[in-house]
């Protein structure tokens, strides 16, 4: 088991796209457990994460971590029912890297993820809510130009009456715990291991009736 968890892990810290997701088949063929593989792919996966964020890994690396996470945790992953569902977008604008991690990370927290992808608006998530009856809506905006659609889609699902039977998050580089409270969101993060822990905060007090 040993040398097939090294075998991904070198490949991973290479950012070996294809070794790293021949290393994992090899790993699951040889009966390595499931969970063994995903627990340290989502350890890489974080590590890749706080690199980013001290600065020692560019964007790219970033990028490649998260393909290479997703490729290995997606032949890995356990078939279990999720434990609830997330709809999450990017609003107005391009950005769609810090989203897809927020959805890498609750996907191999359990949940399922309806990914609308980016350059969405607010009717895209209120037909998505209607659509896919999700939990958890994740609003993400990466520009102050796309802040007011956030308030804008918490509006719509207000107007639909939608809006008691989802939770919803906002994120993204441009938003704060103030603003989310300002347009009556139910929760933030900054990053995605604390949206990871928000979403199931948010999932407690959905299934509590708060
Ligand atoms: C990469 C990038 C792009 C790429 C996007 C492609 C991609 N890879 O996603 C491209 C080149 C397309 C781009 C375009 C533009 N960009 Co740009 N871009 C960036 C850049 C450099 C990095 C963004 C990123 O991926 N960060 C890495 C991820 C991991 O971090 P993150 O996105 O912040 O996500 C984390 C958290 O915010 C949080 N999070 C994210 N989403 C969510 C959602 C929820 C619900 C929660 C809880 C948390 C959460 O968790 C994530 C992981 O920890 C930033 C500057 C910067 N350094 O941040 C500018 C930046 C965001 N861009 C900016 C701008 C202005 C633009 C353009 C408008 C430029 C232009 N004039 O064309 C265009 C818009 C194009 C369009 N049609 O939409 C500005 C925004 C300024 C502002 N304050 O409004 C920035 C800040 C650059 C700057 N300093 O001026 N951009």
């Not at 971590?65 to 604008?93: R, Y």
């Not at 639909?160 to 989310?180: E, F, M, P």
Request: proline share 3%.
């Amino acid at each position: 088991m040993e040398q097939h968890l090294k075998a991904m892990v070198e490949s991973f810290l290479a950012f070996e796209y294809f070794e790293a997701e021949a290393a994992t088949k090899r790993a699951l063929e040889a009966g390595v457990p499931k969970e063994e593989i995903t627990k340290t792919l989502r350890a890489l996966f974080l590590a890749a994460l706080e690199r980013y964020e001290e600065g020692k890994y560019s964007i790219a690396h970033l990028t490649a971590a998260a393909s290479i996470f997703e490729v290995g945790f997606k032949l890995a992953k356990a078939e279990v029912a999720p434990k609830g569902k997330v709809v999450i977008g990017t609003l107005g604008s391009s950005h769609y890297l810090g989203k897809d991690i927020i959805r890498l990370l609750l996907t191999a927290d359990g949940f399922e993820v309806v990914d609308l992808g980016e350059i969405v608006f607010p009717e895209q998530f209120v037909e998505a809510v209607e659509r896919e009856k999700p939990d958890i809506v994740a609003l993400a905006s990466m520009i102050i130009a796309c802040l007011p659609l956030q308030k804008a889609a918490i509006g719509m699902l207000q107007a639909r009456d939608l809006r008691d039977n989802v939770k919803v998050i906002v994120g993204g580089a441009v938003t704060s715990d103030r603003w989310a409270a300002e347009i009556g969101a139910d929760g933030w993060a900054p990053d995605a291991p604390q949206a990871v822990e928000e979403v199931n905060r948010l999932l407690r007090e959905l299934k509590e009736g708060a």
